[in-house]
């Protein structure tokens, strides 16, 4: 069975601070993978989605990479800000098509 | 719709009771998925289908959820004889195919007590 986790659990950064979150995964047998993001007491918000065969994407300040052989994924943050605040889900949608999350990494961006 | 809608926001049900959570998805999306999140927890998936059927259904964690989509869209996942330890948001997501984005609704904040 997919096993996906993220590190750090939990993390605080200053204001304008550029941060990498970590992600990585057991079967490198994936079609896509997809960060997301939550704020308290809400839904999911989707990121960005990096299909098997691309390496990374980018949007905004956000970009994130792909090494599939290897089982991981980064999310990295640019310049960040107060309102980046959130809880940071990566989701790796496997042969069974169904979406294997992490237990994803709070970040808290202090003004 | 323009999104995933999912209904009621909050449910609030006493022991042994069923319960019924509807989803609606994105208009034209043939895959829908639930999940269950706990607090502090990544979401546990439950169901997945394609179109009408459930394609894995391998997450429900026993035979009290039940999830049915009789017309490919609309979405109803059932709960019977509620346990205090079903207590959780509830998270519906669809997607136009598995190799496009899935997109979650607000989820369902049950509450069994």
């Known amino acids: 069975k997919q096993e996906v986790t993220q590190i750090p659990a939990a993390l605080s950064v200053p204001?304008?601070?550029?941060?990498?979150?970590?992600?990585?995964?057991?079967?490198?047998?994936?079609y896509n993978l997809q960060w997301f993001r939550q704020d308290p007491g809400k839904?999911?918000?989707?990121?960005?989605?990096?299909?098997?065969?691309?390496?990374?994407?980018?949007?905004?300040r956000l970009n994130a990479s792909l090494d599939k052989s290897s089982g991981r994924s980064t999310l990295y943050i640019a310049a960040s800000q107060p309102g980046?605040?959130?809880?940071?889900?990566?989701?790796?949608?496997?042969?069974?098509?169904?979406?294997?999350?992490?237990?994803?990494?709070?970040?808290?961006?202090?003004? | 719709g323009a999104g995933v809608s999912q209904t009621p926001s909050n449910k609030v049900t006493e022991k042994g009771k069923y319960v019924?959570?509807?989803?609606?998805?994105?208009?034209?999306?043939?895959?829908?998925y639930w999940y269950r999140q706990s607090l502090g927890q990544g979401p546990e998936f439950l169901i997945y289908f394609q179109g009408t059927g459930a394609a894995d259904d391998s997450g429900l964690p026993n035979d009290r959820f039940f999830a049915v989509r009789p017309e490919g869209s609309v979405s109803t996942?059932?709960?019977?004889?509620?346990?205090?330890?079903?207590?959780?948001?509830?998270?519906?997501?669809?997607?136009?195919?598995r190799n496009t984005e899935a997109f979650f609704g607000q989820g369902t904040r049950l509450t069994v007590v």
Do not use: W
Request: hydrophobic share 35%.
């Open chain 1, 43 to 60: 839904g999911l918000t989707s990121l960005l989605l990096i299909q098997s065969s691309q390496r990374e994407q980018t949007s905004g």
């Open chain 1, 84 to 111: 980046d605040s959130a809880t940071y889900l990566c989701a790796v949608m496997g042969g069974a098509n169904n979406l294997f999350f992490g237990t994803g990494t709070r970040l808290t961006v202090i003004p």
């Open chain 2, 20 to 32: 019924e959570l509807r989803c609606d998805p994105i208009s034209g999306h043939t895959a829908l």
């Open chain 1, 15 to 30: 204001e304008g601070e550029n941060l990498v979150l970590n992600c990585s995964f057991t079967d490198s047998a994936i």
């Open chain 2, 77 to 97: 996942l059932k709960i019977q004889r509620t346990e205090r330890g079903d207590s959780a948001v509830y998270l519906c997501a669809s997607s136009g195919d």
